[in-house]
């Protein structure tokens, strides 16, 4: 099999050249291709389960990824509903997003304090 470096899509041995990216195909690709380092920047912390769910809601409508840090038995057991008294929920973004985000989210923040 052979593979684009720019999409990784997979071809048979036949093809030379990627029709999508025209780049010459490899007979393998290498692992650094699929690991993007990213650098995580704190979006905000919430105690309020309802408030960060919204904030999540607004950031996949805009396509901005994220990384949701919620207590141990949201994490482990995927329970919702109730977050016990102290809960911390953390929501980390993309530093290349930051600004992005906190102009997106500015708005529910403030009224939520």
Same mark, same amino acid.
Request: one cysteine or more.
């Given at each position: 099999?052979?593979?684009? @470096?720019?999409?990784?899509?997979?071809?048979?041995?036949?093809?030379?050249?990627?029709?999508?990216?025209?780049?010459?195909?490899?007979? =393998?690709?290498?692992? =650094?291709?699929?690991?993007?380092?990213?650098?995580?920047?704190?979006?905000?912390?919430?105690?309020?389960?309802? #408030?960060?769910?919204?904030?999540?809601?607004?950031?996949?409508?805009?396509?901005? @990824?994220?990384?949701? *840090?919620?207590?141990?038995?949201?994490?482990?057991?995927?329970?919702?509903?109730?977050?016990?008294?102290?809960?911390?929920?953390?929501?980390? #973004?993309?530093?290349?997003?930051? =600004? *992005?985000?906190?102009?997106?989210? *500015?708005?529910? #923040?403030? =009224?939520?304090?």
């Amino acid at each position: 099999m052979k593979y684009c @470096p720019a999409c990784r899509s997979e071809y048979v041995d036949t093809v030379k050249l990627c029709p999508d990216c025209n780049v010459e195909l490899t007979d =393998e690709l290498s692992e =650094e291709l699929f690991l993007e380092k990213v650098e995580r920047a704190l979006l905000y912390e919430f105690t309020n389960e309802t #408030i960060a769910d919204m904030v999540l809601e607004l950031l996949d409508d805009e396509e901005i @990824p994220y990384f949701c *840090q919620r207590d141990w038995f949201s994490s482990a057991y995927l329970i919702h509903g109730g977050s016990p008294i102290g809960t911390l929920i953390k929501v980390y #973004i993309p530093e290349t997003h930051i =600004e *992005q985000a906190r102009e997106l989210t *500015q708005g529910m #923040i403030d =009224e939520n304090k």
